[in-house]
């Protein structure tokens, strides 16, 4: 990227480090952030610095706040012992679109994946296990993406938490084998709801 000047060069670098951006596409955002005014360029930089600062996992779901619990665990009305388990914070918005859940979460933050080197360790399969030792837990809906990694995660999770006698249920394959839940319609995320099975 000789004919670019540096500083242009390593905001593309940077651009490029997003997930299924390209070199291109980080080109374009480059380019872009070049043309904000000053005032625009300093709020586009201190809401990144923000978000980075005061965002941080809830205590109890592992979902991403800025407070000790997030907005679903603080909330009085959510079934407390309905159990949603997902792979990331993007699969809790996905199924929040529905309005149809009124549960709360466990965030994973992965799958297990030993080809990637991910074994239960580096998700929080061991908080989960804990959630439900701790009791009133009457039932884990396991929302894993429906991929090789999800099913396994899920297996394992159902596997795990079978001594503490809980119900665990998986979603309805209405969402398509292979397409990850922030993808999915509402309509399609409220059927696998309903439609969800016993492990």
């Given at each position: 990227?000789?004919?670019?000047?540096?500083?242009?060069?390593?905001?593309?670098?940077?651009?490029?480090?997003?997930?299924?951006?390209?070199?291109?596409?980080?080109?374009?955002?480059?380019?872009?952030?070049?043309?904000?005014?000053?005032?625009?360029?300093?709020?586009?930089?201190?809401?990144?610095?923000?978000?980075?600062?005061?965002?941080?996992?809830?205590?109890?779901?592992?979902?991403?706040?800025?407070?000790?619990?997030?907005?679903?665990?603080?909330?009085?009305?959510?079934?407390?012992?309905?159990?949603?388990?997902?792979?990331?914070?993007?699969?809790?918005?996905?199924?929040?679109?529905?309005?149809?859940?009124?549960?709360?979460?466990?965030?994973?933050?992965?799958?297990?994946?030993?080809?990637?080197?991910?074994?239960?360790?580096?998700?929080?399969?061991?908080?989960?296990?804990?959630?439900?030792?701790?009791?009133?837990?009457?039932?884990?809906?396991?929302?894993?993406?429906?991929?090789?990694?999800?099913?396994?995660t899920a297996m394992y999770i159902a596997k795990l938490l079978k001594p503490f006698e809980v119900k665990v249920t998986r979603l309805a394959y209405g969402i398509p084998v292979?397409?990850?839940?922030?993808?999915?319609?509402?309509?399609?995320?409220?059927?696998?709801?309903?439609?969800?099975?016993?492990?």
């Amino acid at each position: 990227m000789a004919y670019y000047v540096e500083a242009l060069s390593r905001l593309v670098e940077q651009f490029m480090k997003i997930p299924s951006v390209g070199r291109k596409t980080a080109q374009r955002m480059a380019f872009h952030v070049l043309n904000l005014s000053k005032e625009d360029a300093e709020n586009f930089a201190n809401a990144i610095m923000d978000a980075h600062d005061k965002i941080h996992k809830c205590s109890v779901c592992f979902n991403l706040t800025e407070g000790e619990l997030c907005p679903v665990c603080s909330n009085p009305k959510r079934e407390k012992g309905l159990i949603c388990v997902v792979e990331g914070p993007r699969d809790v918005i996905a199924i929040e679109r529905t309005r149809e859940y009124s549960g709360v979460y466990h965030v994973l933050h992965g799958v297990i994946s030993p080809m990637n080197g991910i074994g239960p360790e580096q998700i929080t399969v061991k908080e989960l296990v804990a959630r439900v030792a701790g009791g009133e837990i009457t039932e884990i809906i396991m929302a894993t993406n429906p991929t090789v990694e999800g099913d396994t995660t899920a297996m394992y999770i159902a596997k795990l938490l079978k001594p503490f006698e809980v119900k665990v249920t998986r979603l309805a394959y209405g969402i398509p084998v292979g397409a990850d839940l922030e993808y999915a319609d509402d309509v399609t995320l409220m059927r696998a709801l309903e439609g969800r099975t016993v492990l």
